[in-house]
């Protein structure tokens, strides 16, 4: 302690600067969401690039990841069906950087959300999940149960009012899946 002009008093010393950084603040936990098709190049990257959108526009992008993977490796590496990005574009979402892969095991490991679009792929999802897993499986559209339609269907063969028809179905699944991970955070 330094002495004081002030007769008898003492005055603390203090470092000149502090020895260590301040503690970096807490990172909310991230959610991440997987959409899953068949090929991963209709309705999953649709799903994901509107679902990105929104949270975007909700300024939840930092708080959650998203992406999406085919049940069958037909297209990996290529970009969404031509339509579906003409149809999304349409719409102002932007497909044109995702690219087709194939869901594994792993992903059921690092995504809280595994939503398929159809029965089928549920299927699918269901024999590869790992035990402990199942929760994190879910048709999407369960998302939207006042639509009553359980599955978004390919519009992979059909003309481009399917492409439309999955976005509109989408948007409103987007809502119920947005509200649910609301309450997650």
């Keep these: 302690m330094k002495r004081s002009l002030i007769a008898g008093a003492a005055t603390p010393s203090y470092p000149k600067y502090p020895t260590e950084p301040p503690a970096p603040m807490a990172r909310p936990p991230k959610l991440r969401v997987l959409f899953v098709c068949m090929g991963n190049i209709c309705r999953s990257p649709t799903a994901q690039g509107l679902f990105r959108s929104l949270l975007e526009r909700e300024a939840f ?14 297209h990996i590496g290529a970009p969404p069906d031509a339509r579906a990005q003409r149809t999304a574009l349409q719409r102002g979402i932007d497909l044109s950087d995702i690219r087709a892969r194939q869901a594994a095991v792993e992903d059921f490991l690092r995504f809280d959300y595994v939503l398929a679009m ?9 024999a590869l999940c790992p035990r402990g897993q199942e929760r994190k499986l879910h048709l999407l559209m369960e998302f939207a149960p006042e639509l009553g339609i359980g599955e978004v269907p390919d519009p992979y063969y059909g003309g481009s009012s399917g492409f439309d028809r ?9 809502q119920g899946l947005l509200a649910d991970i609301r309450q997650r955070l």
């Design 61 to 74: 992008g930092e708080r959650v990841e998203v992406d999406s993977a085919g049940t069958h490796g037909y």
């Design 118 to 126: 159809d029965r089928e792929n549920l299927r699918y999802l269901s």
């Design 166 to 174: 999955v976005l509109d179905l989408l948007e409103v699944a987007m």
